[in-house]
């Protein structure tokens, strides 16, 4: 079973607009993380969230945790063509490194 | 450094065929895991390894081996292909359990007919 579901499951943008995407999963986690996944390539680490931490920044990537909603938000703000990619959350439950990823969101940013 | 390596990237296998997926990690990393990711499902952990001569089983182990003799080598065998274990499996390695991110290979893309 998955843990963690995006949404939506596909994202069409035009470049310079932001990007938002939804990760909501079912039990209580020590982490959540974010992942990019370019066609044809492996998965390449974004950001990680700790369950005690409500946001994080990272360049041009804003991460939100809820963990009273059990819900985690990526932002990818004035997006460029390079952002075009399949994003995966990945809930951590003991801090183990035992990811648990969702089907991902195909996000497509349009020059 | 070249990070995580997988060989093959490709490979078709008949049903009952046997082979190994090799993954090599030059990071000095103790934690190694082996995922599948197929459409639609995201990826799943197959087995796992925190270190050399520890392995343990993930979500998906059933039809997959794996040994960890040494802390660069982390092979993952079908000792009998079925069509259910055609896709893409994905090597990661990190530093430690529970330090975070996941190091990601390219991927092998497994089709058995």
């Known amino acids: 079973s998955q843990q963690g579901e995006e949404d939506p499951q596909a994202l069409s943008i035009q470049e310079g607009e932001n990007a938002t995407m939804n990760c909501s999963y079912k039990?209580?986690?020590?982490?959540l993380q974010w992942y990019r996944q370019n066609s044809g390539r492996g998965l390449v680490h974004l950001i990680l969230?700790?369950?005690?931490?409500r946001e994080k920044h990272s360049g041009r990537l804003r991460v939100t945790l809820d963990t009273s909603k059990k819900s985690s938000s990526l932002l990818i703000t004035a997006s460029r063509a390079a952002d075009t990619a399949s994003y995966f959350c990945a809930t951590d439950l003991f801090g183990g490194n035992k990811l648990t990823f969702g089907g991902g969101t195909r996000v497509l940013v349009k020059p | 450094n070249a990070g995580v390596t997988q060989t093959p990237k490709f490979q078709v296998l008949k049903t009952g065929q046997s082979m190994t997926l090799q993954c090599a990690q030059d990071?000095?990393?103790?934690?190694m895991s082996w995922y599948r990711q197929d459409p639609g499902m995201g990826l799943r952990l197959i087995h796992y390894s925190v270190g050399a001569g520890i392995t343990d089983q993930g979500e998906v182990p059933n039809g997959y081996n794996v040994s960890r003799s040494t802390t660069e080598d982390f092979p993952l065998r079908l000792l009998s292909a079925a069509p259910s274990q055609t896709s893409v499996y994905f090597c990661a390695s990190s530093y430690r359990a529970g330090l975070g991110e996941l190091f990601f290979g390219e991927g092998s893309r497994l089709t058995v007919l």
């Open positions: 990071m000095n990393h103790e934690y």
């Open positions: 039990t209580s986690i020590n982490n």
């Open positions: 969230i700790r369950s005690n931490e």
